[in-house]
């Protein structure tokens, strides 16, 4: 059994690319709310910078729903430095 919990954990792990595929700016015209470039953006998402217990600094994306009664945060590992 513990095989195929390591393989289905294998198939989650995520190892960021570095440098990062993408860019995290803040938007004067949105007030300086942060965002993607490389993303289109909507009202509902808001991209947050987060820091970790090791004071590593990870971005999130939160994708708000009205009709949510939970969030669900997932990350496979702690990331290095943005």
């Known amino acids: 059994m513990g095989?195929?919990?390591?393989?289905?954990?294998?198939?989650?792990?995520?190892?960021?690319?570095?440098?990062?595929?993408?860019r995290v700016e803040a938007d004067e015209s949105c007030g300086g709310r942060l965002c993607i470039p490389?993303?289109?953006?909507?009202?509902?998402?808001?991209v947050l910078r987060l820091r970790t217990s090791r004071s590593n600094e990870v971005v999130a994306v939160h994708i708000k729903h009205p009709k949510a009664s939970a969030?669900?945060?997932?990350?496979?590992?702690?990331?290095?430095?943005?």
Request: glycine share 2%; aromatic share 12%.
């Open 71 to 82: 969030t669900l945060l997932y990350t496979p590992m702690e990331m290095p430095p943005i």
């Open 3 to 22: 095989g195929v919990t390591s393989s289905i954990a294998a198939k989650f792990a995520f190892f960021p690319p570095n440098p990062p595929s993408y």
């Open 38 to 46: 490389e993303v289109p953006r909507r009202d509902n998402v808001d």
